[in-house]
């Protein structure tokens, strides 16, 4: 992994505008703050995982670092060169170089398309010198790369299961050799022994391919195995921000000790045993969430000033932050 930081996102904000369930006209419309306030750097060859319950705002955390969907406010700097409100043509020249995975491998690819033609159409955009020849050549040669062998390139993707479906989209956020790839939950979707296929590719292609990742997932036992950095968001903000070991042996803020109390241990002696954390209702609507801290109406130590205080996400030691005022 290079020291060099290639992503640097910057108090990223993004809002939408929710028109209230009323049927007077004049009703006033109401924010949702899907992410509030998110900053991270990445660097070369890494891979950061993004991990919290469903609605935190890690997908759309990941659209907006893509531009899919434009951010309210903050910065996103993609090596060196700040793209906030950069144009659709400058932002065409950062795709070549930022692909993404998403969670649905079917629901991604055109069911119009073959197989071929999917992969290549990257190529087609990025690289429109390329003759046929060649473009079939490096489609056929990426195929293989990722376990598809090359007699499939003219089926459709209805043709395929869905960690097959999931190779062909790696192979096509691929083929424009990137340097960063987002994986919006890329093995959700899957069977067990599938994510564990697609998690070990993702590894291996990372390490040829000098490939960065920012890995969004639900299930932190996944997350330990790819990422180097663990960031956990909860209600559109980041909680915790460590390396894997300081996060996985020592978790600093209580939301994400009851994410980890709650991964499945493969020893049945110690499964029976565990303390599992519940945490005490459902989480928060983000457009009305509580004041203070976000975590507090959930949080098992929390104390009269947790509703009021703002808690920081504060570096406390060896690149280990958390957003909490115990931590």
Not at 89 to 117: E, N, Y
Not at 241 to 266: C, E, F, G, N, Q
Not at 268 to 293: F, H, W
């Amino acid at each position: 992994m290079s020291e060099q930081t290639i992503l640097s996102v910057r108090n990223v904000q993004v809002h939408f505008n929710v028109k209230a369930k009323s049927k007077l006209p004049w009703a006033p419309s109401r924010t949702l703050k899907a992410v509030d306030g998110v900053s991270f750097d990445l660097k070369a060859g890494e891979t950061l995982g993004v991990v919290g319950e469903s609605g935190c705002g890690k997908s759309t955390l990941s659209r907006a670092i893509l531009n899919l969907i434009p951010a309210t406010h903050g910065e996103i700097v993609w090596m060196g060169k700040d793209l906030s409100g950069a144009t659709a043509k400058q932002w065409h020249g950062v795709r070549r170089d930022i692909q993404m995975i998403f969670q649905d491998p079917l629901a991604s690819l055109d069911p119009r398309m073959t197989v071929g033609q999917i992969i290549a159409e990257p190529l087609r955009e990025h690289r429109p010198g390329m003759s046929k020849d060649e473009m079939n050549q490096r489609v056929r040669a990426m195929m293989a790369k990722v376990g598809l062998r090359e007699q499939m390139i003219n089926r459709y993707a209805h043709e395929f299961s869905g960690g097959q479906c999931q190779r062909i989209g790696i192979a096509r956020a691929l083929i424009v050799e990137p340097k960063l790839i987002v994986c919006d939950e890329p093995v959700s979707a899957l069977d067990v022994s599938i994510q564990a296929q697609i998690v070990n590719l993702l590894k291996s292609l990372q390490q040829e391919m000098k490939l960065a990742l920012i890995f969004i997932a639900h299930d932190l036992a996944v997350v330990k195995h790819i990422s180097d950095r663990v960031m956990v968001m909860y209600l559109g903000h980041v909680m915790e921000l460590a390396d894997k070991h300081s996060l996985y042996a020592r978790p600093r803020h209580p939301y994400t000790r009851a994410l980890l109390s709650a991964i499945p241990v493969p020893n049945p002696a110690i499964e029976r045993t565990k303390v599992v954390q519940i945490l005490s209702s459902d989480i928060p609507s983000p457009i009305n969430p509580p004041t203070g801290c976000v975590f507090h109406t959930r949080c098992p130590i929390a104390e009269a000033r947790c509703s009021v205080d703002v808690p920081p996400l504060r570096t406390l030691e060896h690149g280990v932050a958390a957003a909490c005022l115990f931590a």
